[in-house]
């Protein structure tokens, strides 16, 4: 491999963690979305739009 392939593929490594930890932060979000009661789940979904997942 040369060397701009190998960073090529470092780069995409980050990126695939990158995005399952947004889809981890995604999931808990859910569930807490989910076992709440009505008015934390609005509380919990002002919040969670706010969230900066476009890092």
Do not use: H
Request: proline share 2%; hydrophobic share 40%.
């Amino acid at each position: 491999m040369n060397k701009d392939a190998i960073i090529d593929l470092e780069i995409f490594q980050e990126e695939i963690e990158i995005y399952n930890a947004k889809l981890r932060l995604l999931n808990w979000l859910y569930d807490e979305i989910k076992i709440q009661t009505k008015l934390s789940k609005q509380l919990l979904n002002e919040k969670g739009q706010k969230l900066p997942l476009n890092v």
